[in-house]
């Protein structure tokens, strides 16, 4: 053992090289900050410039509100900022930076010139830092705003340079980071050279879509849908990419919170779980997501690097991604958009949302919906380690005046309706009256969808008879049917929404059955394929099913007519206890 040195507070430019072991880990890392920087500083337009994959230069120029003068020096000193000054400010913060820490530490691994002018003043300054000390300052040729030069990143931490890949390697990592970094700021422009070749140019106030466009293949940029859904407080806006258009690449879900690229096992879990029965196993989805929320209900100083948050609900955030998603997948999102919007991170017993919840609205005529069955018709996947990890506990159904708590006996959905109201939802029933509705809404439009491989069916001398009655109706459903032959039936196209093994059991059932008219088929078939009682449902799937059933005209009988749901007032369960 050696012998025992005394413990000593480590010198200032010591200080900063640990401090950047945690914030530059890469030369992306240096263009992250920089980056990050000129953006918070309200810039509209930033030129950035690599050389040798970030380790022979990182430039970075903005035109943001600059660095006055006489603070240069605290720009470059370790806890110094203009972001934050009180412990309060740590529970809201706006900006992308905020601890102070990134230039200091920049300039402590590397030789780092800042170049500024701010609005107020009529000369520009520098200040070069080496290795963490001040080399010199002095005035300088600038317009207003800033520009950082990182030169000979690491060429004093040789222990780093080791860990580097290619330099192409490298220059790839800092273009991502610009690409996360500009697709949440498209109010900005943005161009970047590598090696003094261009290769970005992005004009100020783009289009996400258009944006995006400059990242991703046409194939995967064709057919992007619209993001857009609002609900206590928690707004969810961005793309999602078209299942048939799914590639087996990981690296296309782009996560944000309130335009902050993260990284989110939680926001990634409710993505997957939208495109969930929309993709074959090898593919990903495609996505950028941004969530919005107060500032106040999520904490982003929980990452060296400021690429994880905590979020204070963790199940509002979960269930408003995956709504949000499976809303433009099945093309509902401005549809929830109108929904009222309900309180949401407030304590058990504080004010709601507006009392208007589609449930005290009086039954309408249901909205237009495209002509799909709007659940997944898949069995519950049973017990064991899924990718599910819908979390558990209480689950407000955002922007409804509604919270699922749980599933009783395996057959009834148990909510929260408005101010302690109970109710106790049949789930299969609901899920009756949800079929019925979508097969309703699909027969009423003829819809149908072909079949890739059309699907033969023997079909018996007595079945064949009955066909004939309800050839019409089965058409009508979007079923197109063909005779190959005396004993048997080509299917060629199904009702939207329904695979071709589904479909096929539904015409099994219908020509074994004494349906006769359109209605009769529609129940039959909706009872047929709904949900069972006795079916464990995830969290997801069961709160999936109660807002599709909320949306649903007649839905407190199912076809056949029993009631859906029974419920007491907060005031009858007062009796019931004898409390009154
Ligand atoms: P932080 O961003 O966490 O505050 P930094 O070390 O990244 O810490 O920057 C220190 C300070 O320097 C910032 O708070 C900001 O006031 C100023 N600054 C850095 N870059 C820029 C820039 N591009 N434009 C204007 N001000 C900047
Ligand atoms: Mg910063």
């Known amino acids: ?177 610009v690409m996360r970094l500009c697709l949440a700021h498209c109010g900005a422009g943005f161009s970047m050279t590598v090696n003094s070749r261009q290769v970005l140019s992005l004009p100020q106030g783009q289009a996400l879509a258009d944006r995006v466009r400059a990242f991703w293949p046409p194939a995967v940029c064709q057919g992007l849908r619209p993001v857009s859904f609002a609900a206590g407080g928690i707004k969810v806006s961005g793309l999602a990419g078209d299942p048939a258009a799914a590639q087996s690449r990981p690296d296309r879900i782009l996560l944000y919170v309130n335009r902050r690229p993260i990284r989110d096992r939680l926001m990634l879990a409710a993505v997957r779980q939208a495109y969930k029965g929309r993709l074959l196993s090898s593919e990903c989805p495609q996505a950028v997501v941004f969530l919005d929320l107060a500032l106040d209900l999520v904490d982003v100083n929980v990452h060296p690097a400021k690429q994880e948050v905590r979020f204070r609900d963790e199940g509002a955030v979960f269930s408003a991604v995956r709504l949000a998603l499976a809303s433009a997948l099945s093309g509902r999102g401005d549809d929830i958009m109108r929904e009222p919007v309900s309180g949401f991170g407030q304590g058990p017993g504080s004010a709601r949302g507006p009392d208007i919840g589609p449930w005290a609205r009086p039954h309408g ?97 007595s079945a064949a008879a009955r066909l004939e009655d309800i050839w019409d109706p089965l058409a009508r459903v979007g079923f197109v049917l063909e005779m190959a032959g005396p004993e048997r039936l080509l299917m060629r196209g199904a009702p939207p929404g329904l695979d071709a093994g589904r479909a096929k059991g539904y015409l099994e059932a219908v020509l074994d059955s004494r349906a006769r008219t359109l209605e009769d088929l529609w129940a039959l078939m909706a009872c047929k394929s709904a949900i069972k009682a006795g079916q464990a449902l995830a969290a997801d799937e069961a709160l999936a099913l109660v807002e599709a059933w909320l949306d649903c005209p007649g839905r407190d009988y199912c076809p056949h007519g029993r009631p859906v749901m029974v419920s007491w007032e907060a005031a009858e369960l007062e009796k019931l206890f004898k409390r009154k």
């Open 1 to 177: 053992m050696t012998e025992r040195r005394p413990i000593r507070v480590i010198p200032e430019a010591l200080k900063n090289q640990i401090a950047a072991g945690e914030v530059v880990e890469r030369p992306a890392s240096v263009v992250k900050e920089l980056v990050e920087n000129s953006l918070d500083a309200g810039a509209l337009r930033l030129d950035i410039g690599i050389e040798r994959g970030g380790q022979g230069l990182v430039m970075v120029r903005d035109d943001g509100s600059g660095i006055p003068g006489d603070e240069l020096l605290l720009a470059v000193t370790r806890h110094a900022t203009s972001k934050i000054n009180r412990l309060e400010d740590l529970a809201a913060i706006s900006s992308l930076g905020f601890r102070g820490e990134a230039l200091p530490s920049i300039g402590s691994v590397s030789a780092m010139r800042v170049t500024s002018r701010s609005a107020q003043s009529d000369e520009a300054r520098f200040i070069e830092v080496e290795a963490g000390r001040v080399l010199d300052q002095g005035p300088a040729a600038l317009d207003q705003g800033t520009r950082v030069e990182v030169r000979d990143l690491f060429s004093c931490v040789p222990a780093r340079l080791k860990f580097l890949k290619t330099e192409a390697g490298e220059a790839r990592r800092c273009q991502d980071a």
């Open 365 to 461: 005529p249901a909205p237009e919906r495209p002509a799909a069955l709007p659940l997944p018709l898949a069995p519950a996947p049973g017990p064991g380690p899924g990718p599910r990890s819908a979390p558990r506990g209480p689950i407000g159904l955002s922007g409804r005046d509604v919270t699922y708590l749980g599933q009783l006996a395996r057959t009834y959905l148990v909510l929260e309706i408005g101010r302690g109201r109970l109710g106790l939802l049949d789930q299969h029933a609901a899920h009756e009256r949800v079929l019925f509705e979508a097969l309703r809404a699909a027969g009423s439009k003829g819809e149908t969808r072909p079949l890739a491989a059309p699907l033969e069916l023997p079909l018996h001398a």
